[in-house]
């Protein structure tokens, strides 16, 4: 009998796989499928060509160079972060000081939380995308054309820490990684401030960075029995100002640069750096918000980790840098809080900028 599926995004319901249950993409994918249901049917890994990341390199960016004590070096490291902002959006990190042993920890934590059963999940998914801790299937499957060959689960990790008490001692390792990434969005920070012109800490301090809103997602992509026709992300851009990421080993971001989907094969340990919606809201247009997606595999399991990194949620008032507005670049966003902007992202299906084409001034 063939497969059909009503997946929600909080697991709430039902499937008919030969019988009537709950499921996760996990489980479908684990139940002998050997066909998508149509719901997942996608057109868009057939749209542009795929280029391999050494046909356009995507750059590479040293992080202890922009702490160096050597000031040309120094500025050498911030302007090759602005224009790897400027022309792509994205970038890998190497150097960044997090041990490999701590990032694999919290891999094999989401491991386990992903091997929970469904019943067990089903704790923390969530009532509405508010809720601290959250987790389910898809995006957002009220809103989407076509649904994503993904699990996921999202925490709230500051300025309060939310995390899933399960599996044992999982928290305490993501407390301590969600720290460090967020101490290498602020260094980052400072560069993109400087290379935009502006005072190193001009972001954090206009954007009560201390109060910043940090989210951490997992996702995870099973096998599909047809990963030509299924996505396990669609295009995409990211809500906050930076999305720092790493992967299991299984490479399966691509980003999209002039008209072209690139593969990225980051260098082992290294971080994959995404610029996001509000920073291109901030630098009023001059740095682009990146857009990617993710493919699957037929055979092999990808498990990503991605903390976004944003200014305070509630108290700041997210709008173009007044001081690079002028008459000959007038503001190109209209102004917004990030929570409105959040709301706006997340309550939306995932297509390219559309959260942000939203607020976009058109000329």
């Known amino acids: 009998?063939?497969?059909?599926?009503?997946?929600?995004?909080?697991?709430?319901?039902?499937?008919?796989?030969?019988?009537?249950?709950?499921?996760?993409?996990?489980?479908?994918?684990?139940?002998?499928?050997?066909?998508?249901?149509?719901?997942?049917?996608?057109?868009?890994?057939?749209?542009?060509?795929?280029?391999?990341?050494?046909?356009?390199?995507?750059?590479?960016?040293?992080?202890?160079?922009?702490?160096?004590?050597?000031?040309?070096?120094?500025?050498?490291?911030i302007q090759d972060l602005g224009q790897a902002c400027e022309e792509w959006g994205c970038f890998l990190l190497i150097?960044?000081?997090?041990?490999?042993?701590?990032?694999?920890?919290?891999?094999?934590?989401?491991?386990?939380?992903?091997?929970?059963?469904?019943?067990?999940?089903?704790?923390?998914?969530?009532?509405?995308?508010?809720?601290?801790?959250?987790?389910?299937?898809?995006?957002?499957?009220?809103?989407?054309?076509?649904?994503?060959?993904?699990?996921?689960?999202?925490?709230?990790?500051?300025?309060?820490?939310?995390?899933?008490?399960?599996?044992?001692?999982?928290?305490?390792?993501?407390?301590?990684y969600v720290k460090r990434i967020r101490e290498i969005a602020s260094e980052l920070l400072k560069g993109v401030s400087e290379s935009l012109g502006l005072e190193p800490n001009y972001i954090s301090k206009a954007m009560n960075m201390e109060s910043s809103f940090q989210v951490f997602i997992a996702n995870l992509y099973p096998p599909c029995p047809e990963p030509e026709l299924a996505v396990g992300i669609p295009p995409h851009s990211d809500h906050g100002f930076l999305t720092i990421l790493s992967e299991n080993g299984i490479n399966g971001l691509q980003t999209l640069h002039n008209g072209n989907w690139v593969k990225l094969n980051p260098p082992l340990n290294a971080l994959m750096v995404n610029t996001a919606d509000l920073l291109e809201i901030l630098s009023n247009g001059k740095y682009k918000s990146n857009v990617h997606r993710a493919v699957l595999y037929s055979n092999a399991t990808r498990i990503t980790m991605a903390t976004s990194n944003g200014p305070s949620f509630e108290q700041v008032?997210?709008?173009?840098?007044?001081?690079?507005?002028?008459?000959?670049?007038?503001?190109?966003?209209?102004?917004?809080?990030?929570?409105?902007?959040?709301?706006l992202h997340q309550s939306n299906s995932v297509d390219m900028k559309s959260a942000l084409d939203r607020i976009r001034i058109l000329t």
């Open 1 to 77: 009998m063939a497969a059909t599926i009503n997946i929600s995004s909080d697991f709430s319901e039902q499937a008919s796989i030969n019988s009537t249950k709950p499921v996760t993409i996990k489980s479908l994918s684990e139940s002998g499928l050997t066909s998508i249901p149509s719901s997942f049917a996608s057109k868009t890994l057939q749209d542009l060509p795929v280029l391999d990341s050494s046909e356009d390199a995507i750059p590479i960016l040293d992080f202890s160079l922009l702490s160096s004590s050597n000031s040309k070096q120094r500025q050498k490291a």
């Open 95 to 176: 150097n960044h000081g997090i041990p490999e042993s701590l990032i694999n920890s919290v891999m094999e934590g989401v491991k386990g939380f992903f091997d929970l059963s469904d019943e067990e999940k089903r704790e923390f998914q969530g009532k509405n995308i508010f809720d601290p801790i959250r987790c389910g299937s898809s995006f957002n499957t009220a809103a989407e054309k076509v649904h994503c060959w993904r699990d996921f689960f999202k925490v709230f990790v500051h300025p309060d820490f939310h995390f899933p008490h399960k599996p044992s001692g999982f928290s305490d390792t993501a407390f301590e």
């Open 317 to 343: 008032i997210i709008s173009p840098a007044a001081e690079l507005v002028n008459e000959t670049h007038p503001p190109a966003y209209t102004s917004c809080t990030y929570r409105q902007f959040y709301e």
